[in-house]
């Protein structure tokens, strides 16, 4: 009896006011801040009915908030507008029509368009904008060009998308390239990784962005290790606009795809180093030692042993913890621990090596 | 094709550890340390198949460790063995069976009795024992008597499971009370609240505990809002078996059932403290800030405002950050809010007053 | 390795494809059909970018796809149109851009409009139109008469939505109903339900529906027990837009919105007969049966004894099969089964009368 | 107002009896009876506290019931009992705890034993058995012989489970074989398939058998095409004890392990038979005809054309209703669609071929 009144009390309070937090509701994706650089979520590449996607930019703007983002660009096509007929081509509209609701949620919105060509040449992001209507030339590298003149960070997007062989590198890429017109790559779109462009990007210095590309409504609750949309972690000093541009321009990302973080093996090591937390040993033997590993993050992280003690291959789920017998044959020395993270890709094919020292006694 | 083969990279080395991993990964709860205490999720009532439960005792230690418990106590009934005639009697082997695998699991695990008589006078539950044969005794103040002398901790169990008329405070409580046999009570256990019981213990001093009193297998994988054991908070000033009894003598406890926190008013007010956290206003106007509030812990917080500012009502879910605006007269002032956490019950019928003043720009 | 390998296999194909199947995966609800009748799970309320949603008309059909609906009417407001300076005016085009979605599909898409005037009178609905222009007229009547003239079908909207004093039954609202310009109303609207005008359609025989009035994207993957839209089953002769109105027309309808089925008692009768079913007992004894009850339908149903046998109260969860065993003095007799269905409101305040008997063996 | 009302109410009765309905809650398993045969889920390889497994023997029922198995086989280990010390050996036990829960919940129980020699030769099952105690003997051959002069049905278990050079065929195989001691083979144990096994089974006439061979708590509240015990589906033409043994002896079974479906070809034609259903096509054009396709079963389905129409591989998840649109040079003719069911392995690498004509209109 005691117990009925006592649910139905809090359940009273509860339904009566569920209908006033849900749209406030946000859960938070657990990156951690790295040494000296707080990690911010970004999706750079999105869609509203201003171009072929089926959402109000405000509906962006809430799932953004709901599933954990801190940064989000609009980038409605230029060229591609299916429903022109209904929605009048308003370039500036998609992100003028989000921008309270933004400041509203605390989301940082970037204002961005989608240059939209053939493929070759393909499709290029331009973010950061005050206008965009000065895109809209004839000529691709005018049509950047004037995207850079406002101070636009350009990025070559899903450059395979159509296959391998459609998205080379070609002449017009290099001149971007060297115009300092093209700043960086999606190594990763929707649920596309591209190795190719993962290793451009470590060659030419291009800095790696991965994001989602949604056109439909985000289903998602949460961004979580099973189910998530691809995004970019950007490591930021300053959590505002300039703080993500000046990260991008120095190349400061790390690209979260399906299983896979993909990045440059500095921030990849940086971001293995914030989310692996080993306790002491709890319990020791003559020849083994129990240990806590915690790992911190939001996506299962998948390790090979490469050195001689630990299990040889173990999975560590996101935001739990697991224990371990390491045995040795004396347990009384310090004990090194050397790892691959297969599913940190610190280039096309190759994990990330880490290691970590079991102090002695 | 590059997204097959680089998700199969993946799956192949997840799948092929699986097994290994399961059994280690652990979900922990999000109750945060309060002020000056670590906060320990404690379950002081479980059963085995060494008395009614239908479970093995390591199984008892697999669930705690899976859904983030850190302290269990295994309570086989003295009195009451239905299995006897295939696990004969052996008052002690539960906790014996269970040590070497708490000890590697770094579970805190206690060894106690449920001495269990009819009802009036009831249950009781007692903990740290290092023996259990020598309560098994007629005289129940004997035999509870038996369990202090090795350093017991004693608590009333479910006093009002067969109604509150049963569960009446007898001569007998009085004796064991003034003898100091009688140190705590279970104000919940399982899916029951005790009002009654929750009111003696603010009345006489008495530790308030809750347990799941579980006899079947833990089906949860992990402990959330929206489903989980019911256990007793206990803030230490050492993570130990010792520090435990410690806090549970000086009645440093919070209850976890259902949607409520049940305690004394000055634990649950430290919990609170450390579970919300409210960031500076990111939004201002000449009359409304709009404010960031994170409920960092595991259970669902239902506010009802009791002064001036801010709405109405709201529930904070756990683990999610929610966005208000606060509407005032003037938001060049400090902005005091007042609230009422309904489902922190400070008392029978009485929720938790809380209060925080946004200071001005 | 075998394991491994095999596992691979269907993991290669099953994510090669993934991206064809998503749009296409739909969720049945589990309403069976009645003696006589199909059931058509309808939602006949939703908004899109063309008045104050979200979404575009297509995404409309998508989720209705996807969350088991058979039928979807788009009913836009004519006279609120907040996106109108991007979105211009044009009434028809919602029903028009869905509509080839809607035959790829399988549902049956109606054409309606939301007539939006003052609250009182408040809000109504027309639905199976031809051409909406025709109801843009300043007379209320007059517009909903335009609406009749093409076939129309009209119901009052959440009465209630402002409270009951500004839901009231006004003059107007006796002149629609003489002049058979009113043939329903929303008992339930989201999540909130209207028992005045529950009973309001019992006494005037208006046509019970219940919607979702539907603003934003539907984020869930399947209607469930737990969570679900409020929907209009509708009993019809023929799977088809012309049977859907004749069904309407007729009133046979429940209204399905949180833990409630609402409508006539007729109705409710013969979906509660074909969600129930009952097996001859498994296992007899001399004073007690044993019988599995399956609840076929999508709902928890929730019975209350009120009979000599039979457990006192049981929710019989969706889906799934319970077991009972009933105590009787004598089992070899035949044994009625009397009971309430109380979340069967077949009227404000009253449950369904429901029994079986169970025969002797 | 009254929303909560209403909901309290139904949350009132909810509460109140959830206790009493747990226990009871049955989510079926959705396979199809086949043409001419009744579809039982079988887990015929499970333990208890009684040999090595840690759950009560009534656990085992009450997850059966739960889980929406139909028959279950206890088959505690007879040479290998690490509880003895708590739990004296006494190999009927298990069944006869257990056998009343059975009765009561009308799960099918069987009494079986596990003979675990060295490996090679391996562990055999016999179930089906009176009374373990004669299989309490030094020779393998003879105590095998033991259990089928009592009837019993015997298979060799995991074969491959420490490799396959310790899982080879030897002669002991052989003779048990051919002194017809031998009758089936598990092609699945656990999360392992042997492919091995099941070439065996297709060449010798052994019946096809998978089991979970579960040792602690199943923490499953329902069987998933994402999550499930490995089970054998028996085809029965009478849902008995007896009528189990009859379909096993007449090799009528399949193995769902994994995302696998395995067996002999028969079998698994029937079982796609009753598994989908395809409408007549609700749309069509001149080059094309839209087609819903229902899975009916509880298992994702994987497909691949093998003909000329129809696309290229599709998944269609279990439980779900698909739309395809299939492609034709004159859709005025009848569609042969011809597909392999990768998943259903007809043999170790060998797919299940299907087909299925749409006719003209």
């Known amino acids: 009896m005691n117990r009925v009144k006592t649910w139905l009390l809090s359940v009273f309070v509860l339904l009566s006011i569920a209908t006033l937090v849900v749209a406030q509701e946000r859960n ?20 509203t009915v201003f171009s072929d996607g089926n959402v109000w930019p405000t509906v962006r703007v809430d799932e953004a908030y709901r599933v954990g983002l801190d940064v989000l660009a609009l980038s409605d096509h230029i060229e591609y507008q299916p429903h022109k007929a209904d929605v009048p081509t308003n370039h500036n509209r998609p992100f003028e029509v989000a921008l309270g609701r933004a400041r ?23 973010i950061f904008l005050k ?21 636009g960070f350009v990025f070559w997007n899903h450059h395979a998308w159509k296959g391998e062989e459609l998205g080379r590198w070609l002449d017009i890429h290099s001149t971007l390239y060297e115009k300092k017109l093209l700043h960086g790559m999606e190594v990763a779109n929707g649920d596309d990784y591209y190795p190719t462009a993962h290793r451009w990007c470590l060659e030419k210095g291009l800095t790696m962005v991965g994001n989602s590309d949604i056109h439909g409504p985000d289903l998602l609750q949460k961004n979580t290790s099973a189910e ?14 300039q703080g993500v541009l000046e990260a991008l321009r120095a190349g400061r990302t790390a690209v979260w795809c ?15 180093e914030a989310s692996l937390e080993i306790d002491p040993p709890h319990m020791r033997s003559k020849t083994s030692v129990w240990v806590k590993v915690r ?25 739990t913890t697991a ?23 610190a280039a096309p094919g190759e994990g990330l090596d880490v290691s970590y020292t079991i102090p002695a006694p």
């Open 28 to 47: 938070e994706i657990a990156f951690p801040d790295i040494e000296g650089y707080s990690t911010l979520k970004c999706d750079l590449h999105t869609h």
């Open 295 to 319: 790992n911190k993050c939001a996506m299962d992280l998948v390790l090979k042993r490469t050195g001689q003690f630990g299990p040889a291959e173990v999975t560590l789920k996101a935001n």
């Open 258 to 272: 399906g299983p896979l973080m993909i990045g440059k093996p500095e921030w990849l090591t940086a971001l293995a």
């Open 131 to 151: 206008d965009i209507n000065p895109l809209v030339k004839d000529d691709l590298v005018e049509a950047i060009a004037a995207g850079c003149e406002q101070g």
């Open 323 to 345: 224990i371990f017998r390491i045995n040795v044959p004396d347990a009384s020395q310090p004990i090194p621990l050397e790892y691959e993270i297969t599913n940190f890709l």
């Open 228 to 241: 998530h949309r691809t995004m970019t972690l950007v490591f930021v000093t300053e959590k505002s606009e």
């Open 104 to 126: 509203e949620l605390g989301i940082i919105l970037i204002r961005g368009a989608e240059i939209t060509r053939d493929t070759p040449p393909g499709h290029f992001n331009v």
